[in-house]
């Protein structure tokens, strides 16, 4: 099974950037599928963005982060980024990178994935 571990969360002002990476060890993760999903409190699990495990497709973004987050990966440090700019507070959550064995498609259910990240805080202040 795939570990993952995010980092990058921090506190940020509105209309600020910051890059979350997801570290994954114990296997390739050119061959997964990964996404990054977030959790506010009192909400449910929201899908963000994903990449499928087939190179050169473009990834699928959420509406609500289309144009300001950038997802990318670095397969030779097994690493998956996210660039998020132009922050605002309804962004505040926990982000949650994730990993598809093989995954293909949009990969915006949460089922489609095998393993999960513990979380980082991300806290955007008005």
């Known amino acids: 099974q795939v570990q993952l571990v995010e980092s990058g969360g921090g506190l940020v002002q509105a209309g600020g950037s910051l890059r979350l990476s997801c570290a994954a060890s114990?296997?390739?993760?050119?061959?997964?599928?990964m996404g990054w999903f977030r959790q506010a409190p009192g909400k449910e699990r929201e899908f963000v963005v994903s990449?499928?495990?087939?190179?050169?497709?473009?990834?699928y973004y959420a509406d609500s982060v289309k144009g300001r987050f950038t997802i990318s990966r670095d397969n030779a440090k097994n690493t998956v980024y996210l660039q998020m700019n132009s922050l605002k507070p309804e962004d505040t959550a926990v982000y949650y990178c994730?990993?598809?064995?093989?995954?293909?498609?949009?990969?915006?259910?949460?089922?489609?994935?095998?393993?999960w990240g513990q979380g980082t805080q991300v806290t955007v202040s008005s």
């Open positions: 994730a990993a598809a064995l093989g995954g293909v498609g949009r990969l915006v259910h949460p089922v489609r994935y095998d393993s």
């Open positions: 114990g296997v390739t993760l050119s061959s997964y599928g």
């Open positions: 990449t499928s495990s087939v190179s050169g497709r473009t990834p």
